[in-house]
């Protein structure tokens, strides 16, 4: 009788002992280098976990925890990579948190040394029971920069770099058939942080294609594309002084009427918007225009340009005529790529008309400034760190010459343009009504750029000296002639 009541009282005893189940999602946990991701964890059947031990770890650190909860409280026992940045934090508001057996991690602040396979263990006085689950970092590089050579056989060398990636990134190259292009070579380099960088070039026949792609991806599944257009890049290489002189010779020998034919290709009308276009985001064409440039006639529209003092970076030094910008000694530049946070605007607003202004970037016995960036605005915007707050959607249109990254407008979709010489002048020509914004180089009376898109409300000129250079970047005043006859048009606007 009495071994009867013993196992009776063993049964009753088993039944009130509550067991559980630790689980975890299938499959890793995939985050973005600095962000805040959370690893879920939780306990089955559901029960307050208030009274149980939670002990996070890294596999094979059992002792040397992220994060433990003990008592009630979470304790200062712990890596010292995660202290700050590790808490337990419901998974949803329906989880219930700990009293509804959510016993989920947060980690602040990822970075690439975070990816490890994690415990969550969870133990009571009736039983314990553990779990793993896999963290992985992920980090989306930059936008890759793409930079073309001519070669002498007529071909060109495109060459392609990106860095900020993890994992080691993958660089594929396309027509714009969709044709894959093979690479030459594929390099890349794992930086301090652990973040990598890849360089790749190839060599292309204006035959092949007109846009080459370069894309970098990672098998997280992060991509990144840049297209230049080589057509463009030949047409602009074409309009090189000496070949356009070579070809104006032939032609006056050949048939006695140059002037009649520069005539009508200057009138062609040839400038009439594309059907379609995005009234932030028209596209982008490099024109292909005679090399003698009247630069008079551009300065015919010519504007009194100041910076304005009360809408500039603070990063910046202007000059009291407030004509001369360049980046503050005491500013030091740590980020990668172009630093587009260092922005002044004129003081100049344009809600209509045709607007010219040029730019000094270089001086006696100076070398040409390597980085620079000029454009207009939308008046009241700001710039941002990242080229995606300076698009033409956010209300910048701008030329950016980054240095050996090359020169580029501001496209949704990068392109990279030749542009040789680089510039010493350069002359902005804003054509409001027509929605036009061209670019030229002054000393060369070279045409280099013309934007299209449909301007609304004020726009201000925009300029950024860039970083490290011994010029700083000047705008000058041009001279305007008097008693100009009314209605003069600028040629090349539709060539």
């Not at 960088?197 to 007109?210: G, I, L, R, Y």
């Not at 596209?283 to 100041?306: C, F, S, W, Y």
């Not at 496209?411 to 020509?429: A, D, K, M, N, Q």
């Amino acid at each position: 009788m009495r071994s009867i009541i013993v196992l009776l009282l063993l049964n009753i005893l088993t039944d009130c002992s509550v067991s559980f189940t630790v689980k975890v999602p299938p499959g890793p946990v995939v985050a973005h280098v600095g962000s805040t991701v959370i690893l879920p964890c939780w306990i089955s059947p559901a029960q307050n976990a208030e009274a149980l031990e939670i002990r996070w770890y890294r596999h094979g650190q059992f002792s040397n925890t992220v994060l433990l909860y003990r008592h009630g409280n979470i304790q200062d026992e712990q890596e010292e990579t995660f202290r700050n940045r590790s808490s337990l934090t419901p998974l949803s508001d329906l989880s219930g948190g700990l009293k509804g057996g959510d016993v989920s991690l947060q980690l602040e602040t990822i970075t690439i040394q975070d990816e490890a396979l994690f415990h969550c263990y969870v133990s009571g006085d009736n039983g314990y029971d553990s779990a793993e689950l896999e963290l992985k970092a992920t980090a989306p590089g930059s936008a890759p920069v793409l930079f073309p050579r001519p070669l002498d056989d007529g071909r060109l060398n495109v060459s392609c770099s990106s860095s900020g990636w993890y994992p080691e990134p993958n660089i594929t190259w396309t027509s714009d058939q969709g044709k894959t292009l093979r690479p030459a070579a594929v390099s890349h380099h794992r930086a301090a942080d652990g973040l990598f960088s890849v360089h790749s070039w190839t060599t292309v026949s204006p035959s092949d294609a007109q846009l080459v792609s370069c894309s970098v991806s990672t098998t997280t599944g992060e991509s990144k594309e840049g297209k230049v257009d080589i057509q463009g890049i030949i047409s602009s290489d074409s309009s090189d002084p000496w070949k356009a002189l070579f070809i104006t010779v032939i032609i006056c020998a050949l048939l006695g009427l140059a002037a009649l034919i520069l005539y009508k290709y200057r009138s062609k009308p040839a400038g009439k918007k594309q059907a379609g276009t995005d009234c932030e985001n028209g596209p982008v064409e490099e024109r292909k225009v005679p090399v003698n440039i009247n630069i008079e006639d551009l300065r015919k529209h010519a504007e009194q340009i100041t910076i304005d003092r009360e809408n500039i970076s603070p990063d910046l030094k202007v000059t009291a005529d407030c004509k001369c910008v360049r980046d503050s000694p005491e500013y030091h530049h740590t980020a990668e790529g172009f630093p587009y946070q260092l922005c002044a605007f004129g003081a100049q607003r344009f809600t209509s008309g045709r607007h010219y202004w040029e730019v000094e970037l270089a001086r006696e016995n100076t070398p040409a400034k390597n980085y620079w960036l000029i454009g207009v605005a939308k008046h009241g915007n700001h710039c941002g760190k990242d080229r995606s707050a300076v698009t033409p959607s956010c209300g910048f249109w701008f030329l950016c010459s980054d240095g050996e990254n090359g020169f580029y407008p501001n496209t949704e979709t990068p392109i990279y343009l030749s542009v040789t010489p680089r510039p010493e002048r350069l002359g902005v020509l804003l054509d409001y009504d027509e929605g036009l914004l061209q670019f030229y180089s002054v000393k060369e009376s070279k045409h280099l750029l013309t934007m299209h898109t449909r301007f609304s409300d004020s726009i201000v000129p925009l300029f950024n000296p860039g970083v490290g250079d011994i010029c700083p970047l000047k705008i000058v005043d041009c001279p305007v002639e008097e008693d100009s006859p009314a209605g003069v048009t600028v040629p090349l606007l539709n060539n």
